[in-house]
């Protein structure tokens, strides 16, 4: 059974700074792209940070609202994502959630984790 496990949120005032993970479950070769998503009170879910699979040469991309403060990483020997999340704004407040594109079945099969919230105090 595919998981995702998210850690790392917590409270934190404006300006500093988080890491959150996201362990996956299986093989890392079994995973194309991940990325990491957010959700407000209120809003919509929206997309943070993505890193593509190695077969579209690992491209990364951000949400212009988070470019220069947020860097996505993923290690693929411990099969675990990161985002590095400094210069926090109270607007960063959310649940963040990740998730994996896995390759183990045709179609392709997107999972999700749990979430982990994320609360910036001004």
């Known amino acids: 059974q595919v998981q995702l496990v998210e850690s790392g949120g917590g409270l934190v005032q404006a300006g500093g700074s988080l890491r959150l993970s996201c362990a996956a479950s299986?093989?890392?070769?079994?995973?194309?792209?991940m990325g990491w998503y957010r959700q407000a009170p209120g809003k919509q879910r929206e997309v943070v940070a993505g890193i593509a699979g190695i077969t579209d040469g690992g491209r990364i991309n951000y949400a212009d609202s988070v470019k220069g403060r947020f860097t996505i990483s993923r290690d693929n020997a411990k099969n675990t994502m990161y985002l590095q999340m400094n210069s926090l704004k109270p607007e960063d407040t959310a649940i963040y959630y990740c998730?994996?594109?896995?390759?183990?079945?045709?179609?392709?099969?997107?999972?999700w984790g749990q979430g982990t919230q994320v609360t910036v105090s001004s």
């Open positions: 299986g093989s890392s070769s079994s995973i194309n792209a």
């Open positions: 998730n994996a594109v896995y390759t183990t079945t045709m179609p392709y099969r997107t999972y």
